[in-house]
């Protein structure tokens, strides 16, 4: 069965650094997501990525955070300058479209520690 | 008021028992509405999505009530294996986010 895969499943990082995280959706997906869980709270909406551009953003993906497709297969999330706050769990996420009752399929999501 | 709101619980039940999750949503807009399973530390996984008329998948039947803005999942015939926290998942129009509850969690007992 296809999946979502992600790359680390957890990294550490120490504040202020530069931190990579990186997705390969599903090979014949369209639309790309990242979403963040912080410990204990409920998962949230950053990002969703479709023709090589941003379509929608959350007020929590401010300038510190950017995504990529720098190929064909890899979808990624930076966060320029990490803040304890960024710490959470990172899911990517894609789908066959965004029309309604079209299923996201989740990775496993990396997990980002902040120190 | 919360985009979706959910009981957190815990749900402690027996196995074999019937379980009940209700979900309200504020935004009027939302036209798609799903509910995910989440295991401890684990991603979502789609467990049914609720359409208008209700619909049954199994042990599980979910119903929409647009005009209450009100989501229910039932669980009949708990097993262990259905311990984890479900979700509940609204998307408003033609917008691809979707946006989570903060989930009800489920722990089946012998």
């Known amino acids: 069965e296809p999946e979502v895969t992600q790359t680390p499943s957890h990294q550490v990082t120490q504040m202020g650094q530069e931190v990579i995280l990186r997705c390969v959706p599903i090979s014949n997906h369209l639309y790309f997501y990242w979403y963040r869980q912080i410990l204990g709270q409920k998962v949230e909406f950053l990002v969703s990525f479709y023709n090589n551009e941003i379509s929608e953003k959350s007020e929590i993906f401010d300038d510190q955070f950017s995504v990529e497709r720098p190929d064909g297969s890899n979808f990624t999330l930076k966060i320029r300058s990490t803040k304890l706050e960024d710490s959470a769990m990172y899911f990517c996420?894609?789908?066959?479209?965004?029309?309604?009752?079209?299923?996201?399929?989740f990775g496993q999501g990396t997990r980002l520690t902040v120190v | 008021r919360k985009e979706v709101e959910q009981d957190p619980g815990p749900f402690n039940v027996p196995e074999g028992a019937t379980v009940a999750f209700n979900c309200t949503y504020s935004?009027?807009?939302?036209?798609?509405f799903f509910w995910y399973r989440q295991d401890c530390r684990k991603e979502p996984k789609l467990l049914m999505s609720v359409y208008s008329s209700g619909n049954e998948d199994g042990r599980f039947t979910a119903q929409l009530n647009r005009a209450s803005q009100y989501i229910s999942l039932l669980i009949r015939d708990s097993k262990l294996s259905d311990s984890a926290t479900y979700l509940c998942v609204v998307k408003a129009g033609t917008a691809s986010k979707l946006t989570f509850g903060t989930g009800t969690r489920l722990q089946v007992t012998l």
């Open positions: 935004n009027s807009a939302s036209q798609s």
């Open positions: 996420a894609s789908s066959e479209a965004h029309t309604t009752n079209t299923e996201a399929f």
